[in-house]
Each structure stands twice: as structure tokens, then as C-alpha cells.
């Protein structure tokens, strides 16, 4: 019965990653219809910066978390994928940075919204948490669950595996 809850809360990680994974590979096409984003504002407009920044980090994510859910033998990889997609959300666009200083590939620029509820600088703010770093914080968090619920169970799996040797041996009595 635990080992049900806990195989059950590990898929619910990683269907949260495939969700996730699935929101930072499409946020950027779809934002400009909210108003929500980085330049260039127009939907389903490719660059290479979506490319590098949010699609590639949101497939590994997706594929992560498809990973988890699949098997518990892939989970820990699924994880150990998924969480190296978030920590690209957050830190990408810095060692993007750093390594091409053409500045070829990038993020853009905070679309500005005229008229909004909010401040500019509060929707730069949302802007990059909402694409980039709570994004990334939200994969890695779930990436580190699915990785430890997928360790538990693998421990747990080898530790009855382990009992049942040695009752089968019969170091702890008769068995009836």
C-alpha cells in the first residue's frame, strides 16, 4: 500500500515536469497573445533564442518527466534530466552570455505593455519568473522530489529484496 503512494506521488512529479517542460517550450510563442514576453512580439516567431533558452530546456524538462513517469528504472534519470533543465532556465541566458559575445542569442527584451495593471518593472519581474527563473526553481524542485521519491523506492525495493534472500535461507527460523 506505501509503496502505491509513493510510486503515485513520484508520477504526479513527473507529470508536474511535463507540464512544466511543456510551459517553458511554448510560453514564448503564445505569450504575445497575452501581452506577456520577450521580443520579437509576434506568436510562433522562432529565434534562436527561443531555441537555446526555452525550447531545448523545455523538451529535456518534458522528456524528464515522461522519463519519471514511464518506469522506475528511468525515474532517477528522468529526474537527474529534468533538474538540469531547470537549473538551464535560471542560468542560461548568463552562460549564453558568456559564451557568445556576438550577442547572437538572447532572450530579447521585456515586451512592454502599454495600459497595464502594473508597473513595467513589475512585469519585467513576472516576465522573467514566469519564463526563466521560477520556472527553473519549479523543474528543479520537482526534479529533486521525483528523484528522491524514485531513490526511496529503489532502496526500499532492495531492502525487501535483501529480507526476503535471507528469510528464503533460513537465517531467521523456520518459515511457515
Avoid at 520556472?135 to 529533486?144: C, D
Wanted: proline content about 4%; glycine content about 14%; cysteine-free.
Amino acid at each position: 500500500m506505501t509503496g502505491d503512494l509513493v510510486a503515485n506521488r513520484g508520477r504526479g512529479s513527473g507529470i508536474v515536469l511535463m507540464l512544466l517542460g511543456a510551459w517553458g517550450a511554448v510560453v514564448p510563442f503564445i505569450g504575445p497573445y497575452l501581452s506577456y514576453g520577450y521580443s520579437p512580439d509576434r506568436a510562433w516567431q522562432y529565434t534562436s533564442g527561443r531555441l537555446w533558452l526555452s525550447i531545448v530546456p523545455g523538451a529535456v524538462a518534458f522528456l524528464g518527466g515522461a522519463l519519471v513517469v514511464s518506469s522506475r528504472n528511468t525515474a532517477v534519470f528522468g529526474g537527474l534530466l529534468a533538474a538540469l533543465a531547470g537549473v538551464w532556465f535560471v542560468l542560461g541566458q548568463q552562460i549564453i552570455a558568456l559564451a557568445v559575445t556576438s550577442g547572437s542569442i538572447s532572450a530579447g527584451t521585456p515586451l512592454a505593455i502599454a495600459g497595464a495593471p502594473v508597473s513595467a518593472a513589475t512585469m519585467r519581474f513576472l516576465d522573467a519568473l514566469g519564463f526563466f527563473y521560477g520556472l527553473g526553481l519549479a523543474i528543479a524542485f520537482f526534479a529533486a522530489l521525483a528523484i528522491g521519491r524514485a531513490s526511496a523506492r529503489m532502496t526500499s525495493a532492495a531492502n525487501q529484496s535483501e529480507a526476503d534472500s535471507l528469510i528464503g535461507e533460513g537465517q531467521y527460523g523456520p518459515t511457515y
